[in-house]
Protein backbone atom coordinates (compact mmCIF):
# COMPACT_ATOMS: atom_id res chain seq x y z
CA UNK A 1 0.00 0.00 0.00
CA UNK A 2 3.37 2.47 0.68
CA UNK A 3 4.14 1.96 -3.30
CA UNK A 4 0.64 2.83 -4.15
CA UNK A 5 0.34 5.85 -1.33
CA UNK A 6 3.84 6.99 -3.20
CA UNK A 7 2.91 6.97 -6.82
CA UNK A 8 -0.34 8.21 -6.37
CA UNK A 9 0.68 11.01 -4.87
CA UNK A 10 3.18 11.59 -6.99
CA UNK A 11 2.14 11.07 -10.48
CA UNK A 12 -1.66 12.74 -9.53
CA UNK A 13 0.16 15.87 -7.90
CA UNK A 14 2.83 15.67 -10.32
CA UNK A 15 5.24 17.28 -7.21
CA UNK A 16 8.56 15.67 -6.07
CA UNK A 17 8.71 15.41 -2.69
CA UNK A 18 11.94 14.30 -1.44
CA UNK A 19 11.01 14.13 2.33
CA UNK A 20 8.61 11.25 1.00
CA UNK A 21 11.76 9.23 -0.74
CA UNK A 22 13.62 9.97 2.66
CA UNK A 23 10.92 8.42 4.49
CA UNK A 24 10.03 5.58 2.33
CA UNK A 25 13.54 4.14 2.33
CA UNK A 26 14.19 4.67 5.70
CA UNK A 27 10.83 2.45 6.51
CA UNK A 28 12.07 -0.31 3.49
CA UNK A 29 15.31 -0.13 4.91
CA UNK A 30 14.45 -1.78 8.17
CA UNK A 31 11.71 -3.90 6.32
CA UNK A 32 14.13 -4.91 3.79
CA UNK A 33 15.29 -8.69 5.66
CA UNK A 34 11.83 -9.93 7.00
CA UNK A 35 10.32 -12.98 5.55
CA UNK A 36 7.48 -10.99 4.43
CA UNK A 37 8.81 -8.41 1.89
CA UNK A 38 8.99 -9.99 -1.67
CA UNK A 39 11.93 -10.08 -3.70
CA UNK A 40 9.16 -8.11 -6.58
CA UNK A 41 8.85 -5.53 -3.58
CA UNK A 42 12.34 -4.94 -3.85
CA UNK A 43 12.67 -4.63 -7.01
CA UNK A 44 9.42 -2.17 -6.94
CA UNK A 45 11.14 0.05 -4.27
CA UNK A 46 14.19 0.24 -6.08
CA UNK A 47 12.59 0.94 -9.68
CA UNK A 48 10.46 3.64 -7.71
CA UNK A 49 13.81 5.47 -7.05
CA UNK A 50 15.13 4.84 -9.96
CA UNK A 51 12.18 6.57 -12.26
CA UNK A 52 13.14 9.51 -9.79
CA UNK A 53 16.36 9.10 -10.26
CA UNK A 54 17.36 8.58 -6.95
CA UNK A 55 20.26 5.98 -5.81
CA UNK A 56 20.64 6.70 -2.06
CA UNK A 57 23.51 4.62 -1.63
CA UNK A 58 23.04 2.74 1.18
CA UNK A 59 19.16 1.66 0.41
CA UNK A 60 20.89 0.77 -3.36
CA UNK A 61 23.36 -1.17 -2.12
CA UNK A 62 21.15 -3.35 0.25
CA UNK A 63 18.21 -3.80 -2.43
CA UNK A 64 20.95 -4.77 -5.04
CA UNK A 65 22.37 -7.58 -2.22
CA UNK A 66 18.99 -8.87 -1.92
CA UNK A 67 18.56 -8.60 -5.17
CA UNK A 68 21.15 -11.08 -6.14
CA UNK A 69 20.80 -13.27 -3.28
CA UNK A 70 17.14 -14.14 -4.45
CA UNK A 71 17.53 -17.22 -6.84
CA UNK A 72 15.64 -16.99 -10.27
CA UNK A 73 15.25 -20.20 -12.09
CA UNK A 74 12.31 -21.41 -14.92
CA UNK A 75 9.43 -20.73 -13.02
CA UNK A 76 10.51 -17.02 -12.49
CA UNK A 77 8.25 -14.52 -14.36
CA UNK A 78 9.61 -12.95 -17.53
CA UNK A 79 8.26 -9.65 -16.08
CA UNK A 80 10.31 -9.91 -12.83
CA UNK A 81 13.71 -10.70 -14.61
CA UNK A 82 12.48 -7.75 -17.27
CA UNK A 83 12.50 -5.71 -14.36
CA UNK A 84 15.90 -6.75 -13.00
CA UNK A 85 17.58 -6.11 -16.76
CA UNK A 86 15.44 -2.60 -16.75
CA UNK A 87 16.90 -1.41 -13.13
CA UNK A 88 20.41 -2.68 -14.02
CA UNK A 89 20.72 -0.53 -17.11
CA UNK A 90 19.61 2.58 -14.91
CA UNK A 91 22.25 1.56 -12.31
CA UNK A 92 24.49 1.17 -14.48
CA UNK A 93 23.79 4.30 -16.71
CA UNK A 94 22.92 6.63 -14.34
CA UNK A 95 24.27 5.45 -11.28
CA UNK A 96 27.87 4.26 -12.15
CA UNK A 97 29.79 5.32 -8.87
CA UNK A 98 27.42 3.01 -6.95
CA UNK A 99 29.66 0.22 -8.69
CA UNK A 100 26.02 -2.30 -8.53
CA UNK A 101 25.11 -4.70 -11.13
CA UNK A 102 22.36 -6.96 -11.18
CA UNK A 103 22.66 -9.78 -12.94
CA UNK A 104 19.29 -12.64 -12.79
CA UNK A 105 21.20 -14.39 -15.25
CA UNK A 106 24.04 -15.42 -13.10
CA UNK A 107 20.95 -17.80 -11.18
CA UNK A 108 20.25 -19.67 -14.26
Known amino acids: WLLFFFFFFSCDCLL ?3 QLFRAIA ?3 SARLHEETTSPQA ?5 WSFCVFSLYPAELMRALAHRINQTPVGSVTPVAYLSQLVQLDN ?3 L ?3 ALLLRLDPR ?3
Open 42 to 46: VVNVA
Open 106 to 108: KHL
Open 26 to 28: RNF
Open 16 to 18: FNE
Open 94 to 96: DAP
Open 90 to 92: ALR
